[in-house]
């Protein structure tokens, strides 16, 4: 599916959600920073990547809008596309094992959370 260009609403709605936890001052003064910010012709192709313990490529899809959390499009050491994993809204991972995801999120109060998922490489 080819994403439309990106525009200025989508921009300023993004940078709202991100500094939506920052005081009052912050946020203005932040979102006084990005106002300015030129525009690009095209979304990035990915929005980021990892490796895993098993030697696997972890490529989060920059924008999957069918999607409640981030994909991730997983290649095994050769290069071959094993299959797509979406994982929890808000989970930020930081480690990848061979049958877990290690990640952290915030609760509805700003709490962080370390949180541990399982991972099958079987397929179902």
């Known amino acids: 599916m080819e994403l439309d260009r990106p525009s200025r609403a989508?921009?300023?709605e993004y940078y709202a959600s991100r500094y939506a936890n920052l005081p009052d001052?912050?946020?203005t003064a932040a979102l006084n920073q990005v106002r300015g910010m030129p525009m690009v012709d095209s979304?990035?192709?990915f929005a980021g990547i990892m490796s895993d313990r098993a030697g696997y490529l972890w490529v989060r899809e920059y924008?999957?809008?069918e999607a409640e959390g981030p994909v991730w499009s997983v290649f095994d050491p050769e290069g071959r596309v094993q299959g797509l994993v979406e994982t929890p809204p808000g989970l930020r991972l930081f480690e990848i094992g061979e049958d877990y995801l290690l990640g952290w999120r915030n609760d509805e109060l700003g709490v962080?959370?370390?949180e541990v998922w399982a991972?099958?490489?079987t397929p179902t």
Do not use: K, Q, T
Request: hydrophobic fraction near 40%; aromatic fraction near 12%.
């Open 25 to 27: 001052e912050e946020r």
């Open 63 to 65: 924008w999957v809008p």
């Open 10 to 12: 989508v921009l300023d």
């Open 43 to 45: 979304y990035p192709a």
């Open 112 to 114: 962080e959370h370390v």
């Open 119 to 121: 991972v099958s490489r």
